[in-house]
């Protein structure tokens, strides 16, 4: 191994030169940082002085490098120079621009920025240059579950692209809901009337692609392994069983409608009531003549009935909106017109929603003689040789009924997730699905799922992407959805898997830090075998061996950290981040006298959303107390109860988490690491009570990305009552 050389360069630009004594810190870091190497310069950013670093790096052998200029989030492209370990000390945001201006100010302010040289230089120490993943895995085949739209234009997409394609489809023939559909929802211009599906056309090319292997009338029995080397055994209906090596995963499983059976009051099991998906098979049969109904009775009247068991409130049918509902009502209205203009149709809604080009498609509508009815139906009966509808018209404030010769119920799309959708036994009307992906994992067989079985992912930050790592979702599994928007659903998972099994064969993390060479390294011999790592991390990224060790599955693993804050006895690290490297910026502060009346307050800010709302705060001038000090975190997850009792110990007067929003609309962009932090971090008070402190020493905020003005708001809160707590009584016992 190479000797370390380290190395300083401090930047006098965006101001820092006028509003720092550059000379002090210069000295700072030769004596008390020990830097081997220190530079400034008045721009470093500037292509001379990037060019001093690389310089430096390859002439003098300089290894690990401090940057102390602008917040690590600014600048990356200028200051990228991978053959080093790097730290960065945020002079700009972190310091001149956050702290008040005039001369009162400027001791604590100079104060604040040795104080974060000094970090740098601590973090430095304990950083190695992460080498890379030795276990890489490089099998680039993606598989794909699912033939309807979303799934085949995932294969088609990813093949089109140059990678080998599997797709698994259980029925026997490719095309899904669009196979069953008589027209589909206009997608292009004109946006007036129904259009052809595609779907033939689409498996066609599917099926005669050289680079898309197809297996109908399949299921997987079994997935196992991670990103670049996963293990699937394709069952197939005749009871063969062939398995497939894949190194991504794109679950595009498609929908099934909500039972009209469940919705008695509108109708459901009455003979003439029949969902959207039953009209389909209706108009495939008329192939554009006058439909009839089952009864072989041609219809004259008809009712579309809105938002049928959705948009509930109460918690007996879904929660949600199922986006494509209404364009697929006036969609099939039209076809009774487009074959028998006489025919009545009536829309029954409570709000329409045809967003995009829907407005043309609605007054096309409303020009062929489609009647939109603003009401709410309370009961559907049987009535002579027909059907009575008994609603509310909203519009006139009165109860109304009337007769039609069919209703067609809009039910919602329910996900087809597998095993873990929440539906009782009992639950008459719907049965309880079997698995789709039979994932060999300790956490469960198929994807982690929201209340109503969507896949549970990051779906502002990350779409896509699922709690399993190189799983992808698309289509009305990850959200309801229609069928534009599943291709172009499909497209997106498509480059995600791209993205996962090149990172995999690089031996590079996937999102949210994709590209991070680290990955966790375990100190065996000092395991307890207690278990928390494996129980505690998100993403099923650690197995045990036959002795209970943790065995790291480095491919799923996300770099979050969690299992470094889960271990008790510390023996979990990554080669550039770790209790250590953390734990001497901690140590580094210089930590005033009790009688001095500035406090110290500390700062483990998630690196995701609360650091950059610090930043942000520093870019838009917001004031806050020079006296604390802020580390970044990959996630509040990561924090390791020993950070906390080092700082108190060391006599800081406070310390302050600020992580993501956790709970069941969780904003954690490691799901569960925000709410691991707080559960442990409940547990603190017992400590501070044995060292005589007060609780409120230690608090917890959930911060958003944009709470820039919120984030200056809550530290000098704090920072206030602090002050009015006093001084920590630890101060010269560190």
Same mark, same amino acid.
Not at 219 to 224: D, H, I, K, Q
Not at 373 to 378: E, L, Y
């Given at each position: 191994?190479?000797?370390?050389?380290? @190395?300083?360069?401090?930047?006098?630009?965006?101001?820092?030169?006028?509003?720092?004594? #550059?000379?002090?810190?210069?000295?700072?870091?030769?004596?008390?940082?020990?830097?081997?190497?220190?530079?400034?310069?008045?721009?470093?950013?500037?292509?001379?002085?990037?060019?001093?670093?690389? *310089?430096?790096?390859?002439?003098?052998?300089?290894?690990?490098?401090? !940057?102390?200029?602008?917040?690590?989030?600014?600048?990356?492209?200028?200051?990228?120079?991978?053959?080093?370990?790097?730290?960065?000390?945020?002079?700009?945001?972190?310091?001149?621009?956050?702290?008040?201006?005039?001369?009162?100010?400027?001791?604590?302010?100079?104060?604040?920025?040795?104080?974060?040289?000094?970090?740098?230089?601590?973090?430095?120490?304990?950083?190695?240059?992460?080498?890379?993943?030795?276990?890489?895995?490089?099998?680039?085949?993606?598989?794909?579950?699912?033939?309807?739209?979303?799934?085949?234009?995932?294969?088609?997409?990813?093949?089109?692209?140059?990678?080998?394609?599997?797709?698994?489809?259980?029925?026997?023939?490719?095309?899904?809901?669009?196979?069953?559909?008589?027209?589909?929802?206009?997608?292009?211009?004109?946006?007036?009337?129904?259009?052809?599906?595609?779907?033939?056309?689409? @498996?066609? *090319?599917?099926?005669?692609?050289?680079?898309?292997?197809?297996?109908?009338?399949?299921?997987?029995?079994?997935?196992?392994? &991670?990103?670049?080397?996963? *293990?699937?055994? #394709?069952?197939?209906?005749?009871?063969?069983?062939?398995?497939?090596?894949?190194?991504?995963? #794109?679950?595009?499983?498609?929908?099934?409608?909500?039972?009209?059976?469940?919705?008695?009051?509108?109708?459901?099991?009455?003979?003439?009531? !029949?969902?959207?998906?039953?009209?389909?098979?209706?108009?495939?049969?008329?192939?554009?003549?006058?439909?009839?109904?089952?009864?072989?009775?041609?219809?004259?009247?008809?009712?579309?009935?809105?938002? &049928?068991?959705?948009?509930?409130?109460?918690?007996?049918?879904?929660?949600?909106?199922?986006?494509?509902?209404?364009?697929?009502?006036?969609?099939?209205?039209?076809?009774?017109?487009?074959?028998?203009?006489?025919?009545?149709?009536?829309?029954?809604?409570?709000?329409?929603?045809?967003?995009?080009?829907?407005?043309?498609?609605?007054?096309?509508?409303?020009?062929?003689?489609?009647?939109?009815?603003?009401?709410?139906?309370?009961?559907?009966?049987?009535?002579?040789?027909?059907?009575?509808?008994?609603?509310?018209?909203?519009?006139?404030?009165? $109860?109304?009924?009337?007769?039609?010769?069919?209703?067609?119920?809009?039910?919602?799309?329910?996900?087809?997730?597998?095993?873990?959708?929440?539906?009782?036994?009992? $639950?008459?009307?719907?049965?309880?699905?079997?698995?789709?992906?039979?994932?060999?994992?300790?956490? %469960?067989?198929?994807?982690?799922?929201?209340?109503?079985?969507?896949?549970?992912?990051?779906?502002?930050?990350?779409?896509?992407?699922?709690?399993?790592?190189?799983?992808?979702?698309?289509?009305?599994?990850?959200?309801?959805?229609?069928?534009?928007?599943?291709?172009?659903?499909? @497209?997106?998972?498509?480059?995600?898997?791209?993205?996962?099994?090149?990172?995999?064969?690089?031996?590079?993390?996937?999102?949210?830090?994709?590209?991070?060479?680290?990955?966790?390294?375990?100190?065996?011999?000092?395991?307890?075998?207690?278990?928390?790592?494996?129980?505690?991390?998100?993403?099923?990224?650690?197995?045990?061996?036959?002795?209970?060790?943790?065995?790291?599955?480095?491919?799923?693993?996300?770099?979050?950290?969690?299992?470094?804050?889960?271990?008790?006895?510390?023996? #979990?690290?990554?080669?550039?981040?770790?209790?250590?490297?953390? %734990?001497?910026?901690?140590?580094?502060?210089?930590?005033?006298?009790?009688?001095?009346?500035?406090?110290?307050?500390?700062?483990?800010?998630?690196?995701?959303?609360?650091?950059?709302?610090?930043?942000?705060?520093?870019? &838009?001038?917001?004031?806050?107390?020079?006296?604390?000090?802020?580390?970044?975190?990959?996630?509040?997850?990561?924090?390791?109860?020993?950070?906390?009792?080092?700082?108190?110990?060391?006599?800081?007067?406070?310390?302050?988490?600020?992580?993501?929003?956790?709970?069941?609309?969780?904003?954690?962009?490691?799901?569960?690491?925000?709410?691991?932090?707080?559960?442990?971090?409940?547990?603190?008070?017992?400590?501070?009570?044995?060292?005589?402190?007060?609780?409120?020493?230690? &608090?917890?905020?959930?911060?958003?990305?944009? $709470?820039?003005?919120?984030?200056?708001?809550?530290?000098?809160?704090?920072?206030?009552?602090?002050?009015?707590?006093?001084?920590?009584?630890? *101060?010269?016992?560190?």
């Amino acid at each position: 191994m190479a000797e370390m050389k380290t @190395a300083a360069y401090i930047c006098a630009g965006c101001g820092l030169g006028d509003k720092l004594d #550059i000379a002090q810190m210069e000295k700072i870091a030769q004596k008390e940082g020990k830097m081997q190497l220190v530079r400034r310069h008045d721009f470093l950013c500037s292509t001379e002085g990037v060019e001093l670093i690389r *310089k430096d790096i390859a002439t003098e052998g300089v290894s690990h490098v401090v !940057i102390a200029a602008c917040s690590r989030r600014a600048k990356t492209e200028a200051f990228d120079f991978p053959t080093v370990a790097m730290s960065r000390a945020n002079l700009r945001e972190g310091v001149i621009w956050v702290v008040a201006e005039g001369e009162a100010h400027d001791e604590v302010r100079q104060e604040m920025a040795n104080d974060y040289l000094r970090m740098g230089c601590a973090e430095l120490k304990k950083m190695k240059l992460p080498e890379g993943n030795p276990n890489k895995a490089g099998n680039k085949r993606i598989l794909v579950v699912g033939g309807g739209m979303a799934g085949m234009t995932a294969a088609l997409e990813s093949a089109e692209t140059g990678y080998e394609v599997v797709l698994v489809e259980k029925a026997g023939q490719l095309g899904g809901w669009a196979a069953r559909l008589w027209r589909r929802v206009p997608f292009k211009q004109p946006y007036d009337k129904p259009q052809e599906t595609g779907a033939a056309q689409l @498996a066609a *090319k599917v099926s005669g692609h050289p680079k898309i292997r197809v297996h109908l009338n399949s299921t997987l029995a079994e997935t196992s392994g &991670a990103p670049g080397r996963f *293990k699937v055994q #394709i069952a197939q209906e005749s009871g063969a069983v062939s398995e497939e090596e894949v190194g991504a995963i #794109i679950q595009a499983s498609g929908f099934s409608s909500y039972d009209p059976a469940r919705l008695p009051e509108l109708g459901g099991g009455l003979a003439n009531v !029949i969902d959207q998906a039953g009209l389909e098979d209706l108009a495939s049969s008329a192939n554009g003549a006058p439909i009839k109904r089952s009864d072989g009775r041609e219809v004259k009247s008809v009712v579309f009935v809105q938002c &049928a068991g959705q948009r509930d409130d109460t918690g007996t049918h879904l929660s949600y909106c199922s986006g494509h509902c209404c364009a697929t009502s006036i969609k099939q209205a039209m076809y009774f017109k487009d074959a028998n203009p006489d025919v009545d149709t009536v829309i029954m809604y409570t709000d329409l929603r045809v967003p995009g080009m829907g407005e043309d498609f609605y007054r096309s509508a409303q020009e062929k003689g489609v009647i939109f009815t603003k009401g709410k139906v309370a009961k559907v009966e049987s009535a002579t040789d027909g059907l009575k509808v008994n609603f509310r018209d909203l519009i006139l404030d009165e $109860d109304v009924a009337i007769e039609t010769d069919l209703v067609v119920l809009a039910t919602g799309q329910v996900p087809n997730s597998g095993v873990n959708i929440d539906l009782p036994d009992e $639950d008459e009307g719907k049965a309880k699905q079997v698995s789709i992906l039979n994932l060999n994992y300790r956490q %469960g067989k198929d994807l982690p799922q929201l209340v109503h079985g969507l896949a549970d992912s990051h779906f502002i930050c990350f779409p896509y992407e699922t709690r399993r790592t190189g799983i992808y979702a698309a289509g009305p599994v990850r959200r309801p959805m229609d069928m534009l928007q599943a291709t172009e659903d499909a @497209a997106g998972a498509a480059l995600k898997a791209i993205q996962a099994v090149e990172n995999a064969d690089a031996g590079r993390a996937a999102h949210p830090r994709v590209g991070d060479l680290s990955y966790p390294i375990v100190r065996l011999e000092g395991c307890t075998q207690c278990k928390r790592c494996t129980v505690e991390c998100p993403f099923g990224a650690i197995d045990e061996d036959e002795r209970r060790f943790p065995v790291f599955n480095e491919s799923r693993c996300r770099r979050c950290g969690t299992c470094m804050g889960a271990c008790p006895v510390r023996v #979990i690290s990554f080669e550039n981040y770790s209790v250590d490297t953390v %734990g001497n910026q901690i140590k580094a502060v210089d930590i005033p006298d009790e009688f001095s009346e500035r406090p110290r307050i500390l700062i483990l800010a998630c690196e995701n959303d609360a650091y950059p709302a610090l930043d942000m705060a520093g870019l &838009a001038h917001h004031v806050y107390s020079a006296f604390v000090r802020a580390i970044p975190v990959r996630c509040l997850g990561s924090v390791n109860a020993i950070w906390i009792t080092d700082a108190l110990n060391s006599g800081y007067d406070g310390v302050m988490m600020m992580g993501c929003k956790h709970g069941d609309n969780y904003q954690c962009h490691f799901v569960k690491g925000s709410e691991l932090a707080n559960y442990r971090m409940s547990k603190i008070d017992d400590t501070l009570k044995q060292l005589g402190l007060e609780v409120e020493r230690v &608090a917890s905020y959930e911060v958003a990305i944009t $709470d820039n003005a919120r984030v200056a708001a809550l530290i000098n809160d704090y920072v206030a009552k602090i002050v009015e707590i006093g001084m920590s009584p630890m *101060k010269g016992f560190g």
